[in-house]
Nanobody
Framework: QVQVVESGGGLVQAGGSLRLSCAASGSISSLNIMGWYRQAPGKEREWIGSISPGGGTNYADAVKGRFTISRDNAKLMVYLQMNSLKPEDTAVYYC????????????????WGQGTQITVSS
């Protein structure tokens, strides 16, 4: 069974940092592009960034310079390091496995985790 599980969410003050983890299993391999998304209440799911099997990354402008995606292929783990957090970063954060379709579109990912809540207080 293909699965991804996010962890590491919580409550943090503005300006603080958190690191999210995404554990992959099943048919997900070190050859898959993985992405991070977030969804705030009342808003659509928003692409944050993606990482290729070789470690190449792309980020949305809203998080560029503050968030860093990394991966450990041997452990099938993907990480999202979030620094200088802002209240507007409050959302449920999801890890996804790239399928077909646009890199920055929710439709381009075919396996999702259950999400982890990040709340940034001002």
């Amino acid at each position: 069974q293909v699965q991804v599980v996010e962890s590491g969410g919580g409550l943090v003050q503005a300006g603080g940092s958190l690191r999210l983890s995404c554990a992959a299993s099943g048919s997900i391999s070190s050859l898959n592009i993985m992405g991070w998304y977030r969804q705030a209440p009342g808003k659509e799911r928003e692409w944050i960034g993606s990482i290729s099997p070789g470690g190449g990354t792309n980020y949305a402008d809203a998080v560029k310079g503050r968030f860093t995606i990394s991966r450990d292929n041997a452990k099938l783990m993907v990480y999202l390091q979030m620094n200088s957090l802002k209240p507007e970063d409050t959302a449920v954060y999801y890890c996804g496995k790239r399928g077909t379709g646009p890199l920055t579109s929710e439709k381009g990912y075919d396996v999702w985790g259950q999400g982890t809540q990040i709340t940034v207080s001002s």
